[in-house]
T-cell receptor, first 117, second 115 residues
């Protein structure tokens, strides 16, 4: 597609349920990032994929969070046993490669707003 | 280690007046600096970037920013605000020592344009 696509745009779930958030990056972009944006806060890095290399998971806040990416295409962020503190907008971004990413050339999706009741 | 501080959480200006969004940074390396804009319910969009070339950087929509090493600042300005400028603005720092998470985002400044 023309841009980064994320789904669902909004998700309301009950505490303790699992959720899956999807990101479809720009075609040809080898780098993919997940960020969390809490209300009134900056973006918090979660995880990074670059091509077929092992992902950088250093930003994942707990073992309830995981993400997968198939090749250089779609990525799924999974949150297990959701807690109210997980409520946030989850943003996905892609870049041509890691160098482009560090040069700020990130293209963001519109985000998935997660509300945990 | 690197960090970025956006000095104002909210800035309100009248349409047609100048805009100033302040950003200070700290970095152990030679940093690259960026401003991103996020309109309501939209993804972030790169507004402009500094990567050790000219210290005065021009971006889209009439915005510009000046890198001042002595003040560790990278303030965003625009001579005349337009209603369409109302959005959230993020200052971002990236240093050459960073890895995948080498980008550090500020907490954002909400720009309000009064008619």
């Amino acid at each position: 597609g023309a841009g980064v696509s994320q789904s669902p745009s909004n998700k309301v779930t009950e505490k303790g349920k699992d959720v899956e958030l999807r990101c479809d990056p720009i075609s040809g972009h080898t780098a993919l990032y997940w960020y969390r944006q809490r209300l009134g806060q900056g973006l918090e890095f979660l995880i990074y994929f670059q091509g077929n290399s092992a992902p950088d998971k250093s930003g994942l806040p707990s073992d309830r969070f995981s993400a997968e990416r198939t090749g250089e295409s779609v990525s799924t962020l999974t949150i297990q046993r959701t807690q109210q503190e997980d409520s946030a907008v989850y943003l996905c971004a892609s870049s041509l490669d890691s160098l482009a990413g560090l040069s700020g050339e990130l293209f963001f999706g519109e985000g998935s707003r997660l509300t945990v009741l | 280690a690197q960090s970025v501080t956006q000095l104002d959480s909210h800035v309100s200006v009248s349409e047609g007046t100048p805009v100033l969004l302040r950003c200070n940074y700290s970095s152990s390396y030679s940093p690259s600096l960026f401003w991103y804009v996020q309109h309501p319910n939209k993804g972030l969009q790169l507004l402009l970037k500094y990567t050790s070339a000219a210290t005065l950087v021009k971006g889209i929509n009439g915005f510009e920013a000046e890198f001042k090493k002595s003040e560790t600042s990278f303030h965003l300005t625009k001579p005349s605000a337009h209603m369409s400028d109302a959005a959230e603005y993020f200052c971002v720092v990236s240093d050459s020592g960073g890895g995948a998470d080498g980008l550090t985002f500020g907490k954002g400044t909400h720009l309000i344009i009064q008619p």
